[in-house]
T-cell receptor, first 115, second 114 residues
Framework: AQSVTQPDIHITVSEGASLELRCNYS??????LFWYVQSPGQGLQLLLK??????LVQGIKGFEAEFKRSQSSFNLRKPSVHWSDAAEYFC?????????????FGKGTKLSVIP | GAVVSQHPSWVICKSGTSVKIECRSL??????MFWYRQFPKQSLMLMAT?????????EQGVEKDKFLINHASLTLSTLTVTSAHPEDSSFYIC??????????FGPGTRLTVT
């Protein structure tokens, strides 16, 4: 079964600074990878996804993520953080060919932004 | 993408009563919906897979008699928490899959059982 690790529970950055949120996965093959963002009291919004092809994927709100097979990682980046980016971020993994569209979520990283 | 709504957004009920939460897919016919539970400051825990016209598939450890799921149409799935107790207080979120593996989530329902 697949698993997801988000090593950082809470990250604080200054507005305008760059951001990298870490995500490591465990799966026997190349998984489908996702990043979701959750604002307080809200559902999850899909930021970006990786299925195959170019390992650097662009998402909404200026986010990007890079799939590194050798490191089993799918880290999320943003060059300049805005105060509105403060939220909880979840990395998720899907198992192609498993016969189910279920996703396994990491425990999340809370992002705080200092004005 | 897909637009998903949930109703109610917040509900408070007394211990022992039942609560029904609706999940609607507004622009997509969803044969499958997922129901999640999220405790404060924690990740999403998949409770069950709701299948239109058939019985839901529950994850291990989820009581199917307590969390009744009905997926009567391609746009509506309901989760009924029966005989609710304070430990059932949580944030319940549903999702649909318009594209393989790509889930779109509802805004969630916060249940508080007093």
């Amino acid at each position: 079964a697949q698993s997801v690790t988000q090593p950082d529970i809470h990250i604080t950055v200054s507005e305008g600074a760059s951001l990298e949120l870490r995500c490591n996965y465990s799966y026997g093959a190349t998984p489908y990878l996702f990043w979701y963002v959750q604002s307080p009291g809200q559902g999850l919004q899909l930021l970006l996804k990786y299925f195959s092809g170019d390992t650097l994927v662009q998402g909404i709100k200026g986010f990007e993520a890079e799939f590194k097979r050798s490191q089993s990682s799918f880290n999320l980046r943003k060059p300049s953080v805005h105060w509105s980016d403060a939220a909880e971020y979840f990395c998720a993994v899907g198992a192609p060919g498993a016969g189910s569209y279920q996703l396994t979520f990491g425990k999340g990283t809370k992002l705080s932004v200092i004005p | 993408g897909a637009v998903v709504s949930q109703h109610p957004s917040w509900v408070i009920c007394k211990s022992g009563t039942s609560v029904k939460i609706e999940c609607r897919s507004l622009d997509f016919q969803a044969t499958t919906m997922f129901w999640y539970r999220q405790f404060p400051k924690q990740s999403l825990m998949l409770m069950a897979t709701s299948n239109e016209g058939s019985k839901a598939t529950y994850e291990q450890g989820v009581e199917k008699d307590k969390f009744l799921i009905n997926h009567a149409s391609l746009t509506l799935s309901t989760l009924t928490v029966t005989s609710a107790h304070p430990e059932d207080s949580s944030f319940y979120i549903c999702s649909v899959i318009p594209i393989s593996y790509e889930q779109y989530f509802g805004p969630g329902t916060r249940l508080t059982v007093t």
